[in-house]
């Protein structure tokens, strides 16, 4: 028999018998997860493997639980392994933290002996494989906001008061903006330039909860977008897509910079900006995507913090004045 699969059907069966060992040790209770699954988890769990870095691990970290593994990404130039926006939105990271960096690997999972895993939907292939390891709790993005991802993942680890004071600072930081932005009377957008086309959520993430929690208005052709989906539009949209206030982003975690964002908008339409009157204005503004992106109570107060110090101290033009 070839030599990797023996060696992986070892890990498999190792980590079956520490899985059971897990169970007699701790307090256990059964839960449903999203594809209907009733499973037997730990009570408090001491040893998470999350196997989707900024969807899963970030909201861990800011939970105050550290996952024994995770998945993440890899610099191609380098090689480096890094959990994405980690250093930059929670200040942990592979290389400075005991969180192993285990891919979708079952031998790494295996070696690093969790109590519990948690994946997507879009690992339910080795699903199997790791229920062998440990109880494997599937989540599905497509059901769930974010905040009920957070919610999910709190009562999983028992960290559901810390979960209610990061909301607390959060239901703040939005009133903060209401009570200083006539938030009703404002437009504003999220659009991504992209191999020539503009794409628009409707709500774009933390960034657009953000916006939306805060009581901004949308364009019409915006909140014509199912929630949760979005829609990509050509140049001939650009008016209809235009407002107040715009907002684009940037992957500093590729190195870029907000000219690569300008670039893909003249990519789209050359001097983009002639027609957009936010643009024109200076009131388009431009921040990193880590911020406006990631599943994390920090991208949502430095996305409210950019909102609430950009507009309120600027004497905006009206849309069609």
């Known amino acids: 028999m070839n030599k990797i699969i023996l060696k992986t059907i070892a890990a498999i069966g190792f980590a079956a018998i520490t899985s059971f060992s897990f ?7 059964q839960i449903k997860d999203d594809v209907g699954r009733d499973l037997q988890v730990p009570v408090s769990p001491t040893a998470i493997v999350a196997l989707h870095d900024s969807m899963l691990t ?20 380098t090689g480096r392994n890094f959990i994405r926006a980690g250093k930059s939105l929670t200040g942990i990271d592979f290389d400075n933290s005991s969180i192993k960096y285990v891919s979708s690997d079952l031998e790494k999972i295996a070696a690093v002996k969790p109590d519990l895993i948690i994946i997507s939907t879009g690992d339910q292939d080795i699903l199997d494989k790791l229920q062998a390891i440990a109880p494997t709790f599937v989540i599905d993005y497509d059901k769930r906001t974010r905040i009920q991802i957070f919610e999910i993942l709190a009562e999983l680890s028992n960290t559901v008061a810390k979960l209610d004071t ?22 504003v957008n999220v659009m991504q330039p992209s191999k020539g086309k ?15 929690d805060a009581g ?9 977008i199912k929630p949760g989906e979005r829609a990509q539009f050509s140049a001939e949209k650009l008016q209809e897509l235009d407002a107040d206030y715009i907002f684009v982003t940037y992957r500093t975690d590729r190195n870029h910079t907000p000219q690569n964002t ?24 431009v921040m990193p995507r880590e911020a406006a992106s990631s599943n994390s ?4 107060g430095l996305s409210a913090f950019t909102v609430l110090t950009h507009i309120s101290g600027n004497p905006y033009k009206k849309l069609g004045k």
Do not use: H
């Open 23 to 29: 169970a007699q040790a701790s307090d256990m209770r």
């Open 58 to 77: 970030l909201p861990l970290i800011e939970l105050g639980v550290l996952p024994v593994g995770s998945d993440g990404r890899t610099d191609k130039a």
């Open 166 to 187: 990061l909301k607390t600072r959060y239901n703040q930081q939005i009133q903060d903006i209401k009570n200083v932005i006539d938030t009703q009377n404002i437009t």
């Open 198 to 212: 503009i794409l628009v959520w409707n709500s774009y993430f933390s960034l657009g909860k953000v916006l939306r």
């Open 216 to 224: 901004f208005k949308f364009p019409k052709i915006v909140n014509e």
């Open 262 to 285: 300008v670039a893909d908008f003249e990519d789209v339409i050359p001097n983009f900006c002639n027609y957009l009157k936010a643009c024109r204005e200076n009131q388009m503004l």
């Open 297 to 300: 109570f920090t991208a949502l």
